[in-house]
């Protein structure tokens, strides 16, 4: 029953999420009337409701009939399957919802660094205070791996002056140490994510679809590579260490 819950939550959490996905980029306020994107028309409140008012409109603008993007539903029922793993992934009510909040800011991290190269604090901050609320929860002080996550990105950032990682990969580096708990775990998240953007890259490169001017976002890599430490460092452990 939570379950189903939860996945209504995420539908309403991913139609947020849309409207952050829209804004942040452009920094306009989050306050005000949802517009439609094609024709800046005042969307009426049930052209709100997730999912059933884009089948309602049939995915066309209920004024001008312009196409609606994909992106719009697919965010919210991507939300919805977030909210719903998370739930049926945690033992408590408070810890799903905590894990849900955590994946739906990645979530969005990943979409808006792939897109537009940014990491806006006001994602970066509340997945940091999550983060660390989550591993508190289970018992974890992640003092010393935020510390860890954090300065290996900051070190990254002063050698450089900023030019190789962001000030918002530093901000998400502690969120990730804060959120995984533990030094292990960071350090798998970062050879995961260093190894998967070596191989997009390489991808790149050999479809001469890169210019090494080009920048490349390195928030879809650590939130790949906090995947897979998040629910795999354990598995990778007894495979690797022959433990049953
Ligand atoms: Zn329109």
Known sequence: MSVVFFAGLGLIFGSFGTVLLERLPKKQSLLGRSRAICCNNILPPWQLIPVLSFVLVRGRCAHCAAAIPWRYPGVEVASAFLFAFARLHEASIV???????????????????????????????????????????????????????????????????????????????????????????????????????AIVCLGLIAGKQWTRKQHVPFGPFLAAGFVIAFFGTDTLARVLLGIS
């Open 95 to 197: 810890d799903g919802f905590l894990l849900s909040l955590l994946l739906w800011c990645l979530f969005l991290i990943t979409l808006l660094d792939g897109q537009w190269g940014i990491i806006p604090d006001s994602l970066n901050i509340p997945f940091a205070v999550l983060g660390a609320g989550y591993s508190l929860s289970h018992g974890v002080l992640p003092f010393v791996s935020g510390v860890f996550g954090l300065s290996f990105f900051a070190v990254q950032w002063l050698l450089s002056r900023g030019r190789w990682v962001g000030s918002g990969d530093v901000l998400l580096g502690l969120g990730v140490g804060l959120a995984l708990g533990t030094i292990e775990k960071v350090a798998v998240a970062l050879w995961f994510s260093y190894v998967l953007a």
